[in-house]
């Protein structure tokens, strides 16, 4: 008989856990630190300093540019929260902060219209147009005596789809009143200022005056990311070092990845649950493969390029999974996976290739993205290449590889 419902619940509340704090990891979690963004914060205040000197002096508009995962919107953020909350508490100056996703809200007036939500404007129920609230939410805050920084984020698809018209709407907003006290002030968020070239010459120039550049993270930044989060997220002694160092490996720009912080902490938290899932109380390189695997769209293509792989670089590919799953590192020395090869066409009874011939075959599986290889550097006696493989688990990427190389083996037997 199946145990009941609750009994099953029950049963997977009281088991422990690896985490105390997954929320750290998520995209949304705003931290206490903002490690290698440093200077960009610097920027900012810099830039919004004049909302503590000279209040309503001036509407400042500042651009922040980089691709995804750069810790533009975390940073911003992050600005808006301690910044506002130091205005007031040492300042005395009323300033908040908005932030609004123009993925969701895509048109000029439900821009407006959540401006004035977040800013807690008393709007009538009568529908108001576009013009109407903005006069509103400009009439609320001399009321208050309170100035706001706007953040629009992922402008460049507001700026797509609202068009010049509704961009020059906000960003001029003060052109026609120029004694009136500039209480709002912008920041736009966006992946490059290619974008922007959609609009009219002289709105995209204003726009231009005030950049902050986020670039890629390199793996010695995401790895200083991912250990103050994995010190947050999970209890002492679950992550060590070579698991976090590995996840920056592959996500690096340095390393040829993307330099996307956001998609190096889901790797860790996804990692995370599956050692959860299976009882263990270590996160190790393995469920990290694991967790490559369920998010990356390049397993699949990878899967397809292994199907038409020839036999030797089959047999390579089979030797370095081997050696991976014995040493349990997250690198391999290439000799080692050619002594592992050189068994394995024993094995099957094929004779071995030369080791310029192996070395190429190597070579072919990283161009492939099959697997990756470095040159070791500090701590490696002499100069080797380095092995290892991002995707997984290894156990069922052994079991597909040792399928391929007995059909190919049969194959070329006939």
């Known amino acids: 008989m199946p145990p009941p419902t609750w009994e099953i619940i029950e049963g997977e509340l009281g088991k422990p856990s690896i985490f105390k704090g997954k929320e750290s990891l998520a995209p949304e979690f705003l931290p206490d630190k903002l490690p290698h963004r440093e200077e960009q914060l610097r920027e900012l205040v810099n830039n919004f300093k004049h909302l503590i000197t000279s ?65 807690e404007v008393p709007l009538p129920s ?96 995401l790895y200083d990311i991912l250990v103050y989060r994995a010190s947050q997220a999970f209890y002492e002694g679950v992550v060590d070092d070579d698991v976090l160092k590995y996840i920056a490996e592959l996500e690096g720009v340095d390393k040829g990845g993307k330099g996307n912080a956001r998609f190096a902490l889901e790797l860790l938290m996804l990692a995370g649950e599956a050692a959860e899932k299976e009882g263990s109380l270590k996160v190790t390189i393995e469920h990290v493969r694991k967790a490559v695997s369920a998010i990356s769209p390049e397993v699949t293509m990878v899967s397809e ?78 100069r080797t290449t380095l092995l290892s493989i991002r995707y997984g688990p290894l156990d069922t990427l052994e079991r597909f590889v040792e399928d391929l190389v007995r059909k190919r083996k049969i194959g070329a037997d006939i």
């Open 305 to 382: 390029a292994i199907l038409y792989l020839p036999l030797h670089e089959l047999l390579v590919l089979w030797a370095l999974i081997r050696q991976l799953k014995r040493v349990k590192q997250p690198y391999v020395k290439i000799g080692d996976v050619e002594k592992e090869y050189n068994m394995l066409c024993e094995m099957i009874g094929e004779a071995p290739r030369k080791h310029t011939q192996v070395y190429e075959y190597v070579m072919n599986l990283k161009r492939a993205s099959i697997i990756d290889a470095k040159t070791s550097g500090k701590g490696q006696r002499g």
């Open 55 to 119: 209040p309503g002096s001036f509407s400042q508009k500042v651009l922040l540019v980089g691709s995804i995962g750069t810790g533009k919107t975390a940073t911003a953020r992050v600005f808006g929260r301690d910044f506002t909350r130091l205005a007031r508490q040492k300042h005395h100056v009323n300033i908040r902060y908005v932030h609004i996703n123009c993925h969701r809200n895509r048109t000029l007036y439900n821009v407006v219209l959540e401006i004035a939500r977040q800013l």
């Open 126 to 221: 009568r529908g108001l147009s576009v013009q109407e609230m903005y006069t509103a939410i400009l009439n609320y805050l001399d009321e208050e005596n309170m100035y706001a920084i706007i953040a629009l984020d992922e402008f460049d698809y507001f700026a797509s789809i609202a068009g010049s018209d509704a961009v020059y709407f906000l960003v001029r907003t003060y052109d026609e009143y120029a004694d009136m006290i500039k209480r709002l002030n912008f920041i736009f968020i966006t992946r490059s200022t290619s974008s922007l070239s959609l609009l009219d010459s002289a709105t995209e120039s204003y726009l231009l005056k005030h950049i902050i550049r986020f670039n890629p993270y390199s793996s010695k930044e």
